[in-house]
């Protein structure tokens, strides 16, 4: 595969119609976004009467395989860049090796409500396993999350430390089986606790829980819902503006091969900012696959 689309929202859709119908092998994982509702969409060009967030949706998708996208309702779990500069997606069911990334996956990042959440940023609390990890080997860390993701989080920071658990925060566990097997088998607890509060004098120490128990953490990494762009940047160390990734006016960011486009760069959150974004990131992948190309042949040739 050579171009993962990772969102199939306005910008993904559009970013995937240009690269497929362009020749690029292209490959979209992303469900309905939140605007394939019934929601009436009045301000989008070139249609004068209403069209509903469903349909536009759907034309989108429709248009995208017609032109030979291959579109799945898949979730990725994480993307990192391999040695050879291409990049490996893990999803809920298999694992992905591509030579460039879209990233298109709209605003979201849940959060806990811990009250003092935001005080041990940077101080115990990350939101990435691949990044911080490593500080905290051999120490007691929690997961905070329900889902696949924060199965698979879990499951990474295995490599730092065997004293993992996951919080689900009160919610009911959602990990597949295959995950929960895995955990099982990882021997990492579930805890269905509701933790209201982080202690330690400068750095995270104890995390209380909601009846009153404490109980050791050095490491509190946030892995709540889905993915979101926040944390496909922070895992491929890309550059951001608070929650948004910073591109340029081509929407390359700072990782060749790495683009993004949409609500998740930020600015004017419009389905005609997202298409415009989405075509201009398409463009750039194009460009940059076939450069790789041309660079491979000329070291065969
Ligand atoms: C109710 C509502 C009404 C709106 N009305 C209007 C309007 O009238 N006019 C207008 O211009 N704008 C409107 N907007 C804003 C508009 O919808 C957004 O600006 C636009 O959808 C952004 O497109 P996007 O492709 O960047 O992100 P989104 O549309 O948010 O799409 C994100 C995609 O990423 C996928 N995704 C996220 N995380 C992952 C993951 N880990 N793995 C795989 N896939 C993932 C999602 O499943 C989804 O497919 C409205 C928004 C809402 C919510």
């Known amino acids: ?14 970013a995937a119609i240009y690269a497929s119908r362009a020749g690029i ?21 070139g249609f004068a009467e209403t069209i509903s967030g469903q349909e536009l949706i759907e034309r989108g998708l429709a248009q995208a395989k017609r032109f030979g996208s291959d579109i799945h309702c898949e979730r990725v779990l994480s993307v990192a860049q391999q040695a050879n500069g291409g990049f490996l997606a893990k999803t809920e069911s298999r694992e992905i090796s591509v030579q460039a990334v879209i990233i298109a996956t709209g605003v979201s990042r849940a959060r806990p409500s811990i009250e003092n959440l935001r005080d041990y940023e940077g101080r115990g ?52 089986e295959d995950f929960q097997r895995r ?48 944390d496909f940047a922070n895992a491929l160390g890309l550059e951001r503006n608070g ?27 419009q389905i005609a900012v997202a298409v415009g974004e989405g075509a201009k990131a398409g463009n750039s992948a194009i460009k940059y696959i076939r450069e790789l190309r041309k660079r491979s042949r000329t070291l065969d040739g």
């Open 125 to 176: 609390v990350s939101y990435c396993v691949s990044c911080d990890g490593f500080f905290f080997r051999n120490k007691e860390t929690i997961v905070i999350g329900e889902g696949n993701f924060a199965a698979n989080q879990a499951l990474e920071l295995l490599q730092y430390t065997p004293l993992v658990a996951i919080c689900t925060q009160g919610n009911r566990p959602t990990m597949n």
């Open 243 to 269: 929650e948004f990734i910073q591109v340029d006016h081509h929407q390359k960011t700072n990782v060749p091969g790495v683009f993004a486009a949409g609500d998740c760069t930020g600015g004017f959150l």
């Open 183 to 230: 955990l099982g088998d990882a021997k990492i607890d579930v805890i269905d606790g509701r933790i209201t509060r982080l202690l330690g004098d400068g750095f995270l120490t104890k995390a209380r829980f909601a009846d009153g128990s404490e109980r050791t953490v050095w490491g509190l990494f946030v892995a709540m819902g889905e993915a979101s762009s926040a």
């Open 1 to 14: 595969m050579k171009l993962l689309v990772i969102g199939a929202g306005p910008a993904g859709l559009s």
């Open 25 to 45: 092998e292209t490959l979209v994982l992303g469900c309905q976004p939140k605007v394939a509702g019934n929601y009436d969409i009045d301000n989008y060009f």
